[in-house]
């Protein structure tokens, strides 16, 4: 038995519970249909939640106003009220240019709100994120659905999200992917591209292959993208999407395989695809060097690099515990989550600085569905935070 | 719209998302762990996707793109249970231990314990048998990201998991 087999078991198990679902198609169906002229039955739910609430309102308000006409002997006690986190109205106040971190709003998960990389600044960038977004690493244009927008919501380009998975560029305004060369019920070559916002994109070079899309999650996936660095960092993985296979360090400009490399668990490339952290799968990264020699080994799996690469995000049994920031050229950990039990969820690199922001899964927010709210620590290259924000669910890339 | 293309645009829906029901059905119970609150925000799914499918490009993409409006609906429902803290879904719960059954037992009480998000990743993958770029389409993040919440949430149920374990 694999764990697929395993997973799959339970959740088998687990939809056993569920009990018979022959006849919730078409009554689903036929019930969604109906609704979608009328207000839907939570909207009606709430209006007469709100017509209770008015009512308790205006009986309590006129209880009040007796009770001070004729005051009462026993004091009443004084409900508490808990506070409502609503959403941010402030638009960010910062120039287009200006990089953030952006994050869903904790109270309004279709807004996308910034944040500066100093804490200092934030705000409401758009909306239209409930099903989530790609970011560039400057927060300015972010891929969501089919279509690229920058910060005022415009769409500059559009792509087809299927066939093109968007990696973004460290200079955050172009992009690779690994594209197949056949129809997608055949195997082929995959097509490493790079895309300029706007403008068609241009071959790079044949790199790993596609099986059929039925057949399983392997393929090649983009892990580093960087026009000015010349580099771009490409990876096969294992037949479930998981694993790697073999990578490769490609020449943008020549489409030149520099290096190559593989077998691992787990692939992190610096943003200029200068450095790759392989992990073993057994609790163990190596460190390669530009021309594809080690340069160090380290305990743990690393998830990313900071922005010049001398730091990396690390974690411990595939980002469950202790998530850390660590310099690997002297094995010094910087900092480390003050919860260690913690779970590593994502992590970005300051365009233009030295700062990691990670995202540790704090257990004090609940879970709400492929979306993970986190504690976000920006933290910089002396290790410490220069600032905290709590329940945000971050974008990933 | 007259009667006979209401009904033509009817029927095309129905072709369109009817077999995605069950699947988003399923998406909706595990991530809610309630059948009534799954069949809700499914019939609420239908109907979005019906007000919306004219933003739908590209028809390759219904699946993900119908799961994905399934997930929203999933995640609203737990914004805004309000009126009762939010609970661990007790489908996982294990039933009458059996010495045979302690693998098994172990595994589920390891998904259990999994974050939501990662058990959501998992489903989509080995259940519902989505592609990456599938799950990354109906979850709005690359192949790539995809690829590494797969392979995390892989690692947190079998640490010592190697690749060809899977």
């Known amino acids: 038995m694999t764990l697929r087999d395993d997973i799959r078991g339970g959740f088998d198990r687990q939809q056993a519970k569920l009990g018979e679902v022959g006849d919730a198609r078409h009554r689903l169906m036929q019930d969604g249909l109906a609704a979608r002229e009328s207000v839907s039955r939570r909207v009606q739910w709430a209006a007469g939640i709100a017509a209770v609430l008015i009512a308790a309102l205006v009986i309590g308000t006129f209880a009040l106003v007796r009770g001070n006409i004729h005051p009462q002997t026993v004091p009443g006690t004084t409900p508490k009220a808990s506070a409502s986190p609503t959403p941010l109205q402030n638009a960010l106040n910062v120039s287009d240019s200006t990089p953030v971190i952006v994050y869903h709003d904790p109270a309004n998960f279709d807004q996308v709100d910034g944040v500066t990389w100093d804490g200092k600044t934030s705000g409401r960038i758009g909306t239209g994120a409930a099903n989530g977004g790609i970011p560039n690493p400057q927060g300015t244009l972010y891929a969501a659905s089919n279509e690229i927008r920058d910060r005022h919501g415009a769409v500059l380009a559009t792509f087809d999200p299927i066939n093109v998975g968007v990696f973004w560029s460290d200079d955050g305004r172009s992009y690779c992917s690994v594209v197949r060369t056949a129809s997608r019920d055949m195997s082929s070559p995959g097509e490493l591209q790079l895309t300029e916002v706007g403008k068609s994109p241009r071959n790079v070079a044949r790199v790993g292959s596609f099986k059929p899309a039925s057949h399983d999650g392997g393929g090649p996936s983009v892990v580093a993208c960087s026009p000015g660095g010349d580099r771009a960092v490409v990876y096969q993985s294992g037949g479930q999407g998981i694993g790697v296979m073999q990578f490769w360090v490609v020449q943008l400009s020549s489409g030149r395989t520099l290096w190559t490399g593989g077998v691992g668990g787990y692939i992190a490339a610096s943003h200029d695809g200068r450095y790759v952290a392989l992990a073993d799968g057994s609790g163990h990264t190596v460190i390669y060097g530009p021309g594809g020699a080690v340069l160090k080994r380290l305990e743990g799996e690393v998830f990313g690099f900071s922005l010049d690469g001398a730091l990396v995000v690390a974690a411990q049994i595939g980002g469950a515990q202790s998530p850390s920031i660590v310099n690997w050229s002297d094995g010094q950990t910087i900092w480390t989550c003050p919860d260690s039990t913690f779970g590593y969820w994502g992590s970005f690199a300051e365009p233009g600085g030295s700062q990691i922001a990670i995202g540790v899964l704090d257990p004090a927010y609940p879970q709400t569905g492929g979306f993970a709210p986190v504690d976000l620590f920006v933290v910089g290259a002396d290790g410490i935070v220069s600032f905290e924000l709590k329940d945000v669910t971050l974008f990933s890339q | ?166």
């Open chain 2, 1 to 166: 719209m007259t009667a006979e293309p209401a009904r033509e645009a009817e029927q095309e829906f129905e072709a369109l998302i009817g077999p995605l029901v069950e699947p988003g059905l399923r998406l909706a119970f595990s991530m809610l762990g309630n059948r009534s609150e799954a069949e809700d925000a499914t019939q609420d799914a239908i109907t979005k996707a019906w007000r919306s499918l004219s933003r739908l490009r590209d028809r390759s993409q219904v699946r993900p793109w119908f799961l994905a409006i399934v997930a929203n609906q999933c995640r609203n429902v737990r914004r805004t249970r309000w009126f009762s803290t939010v609970r661990i879904p007790l489908v996982f719960q294990p039933g009458k231990p059996a010495e045979s059954h302690v693998e098994r037992l172990d595994l589920e009480r390891e998904l259990e314990k999994l974050p939501m998000a990662d058990r959501q990743v998992l489903f989509m993958r080995f259940y519902l048998d989505l592609s990456v770029d599938e799950i990354g389409t109906a979850l709005g993040i690359s192949g790539a990201a995809a690829k590494g919440r797969i392979y995390r949430a892989c690692k947190r149920l079998r640490p010592g998991l190697l690749e060809e374990d899977i």
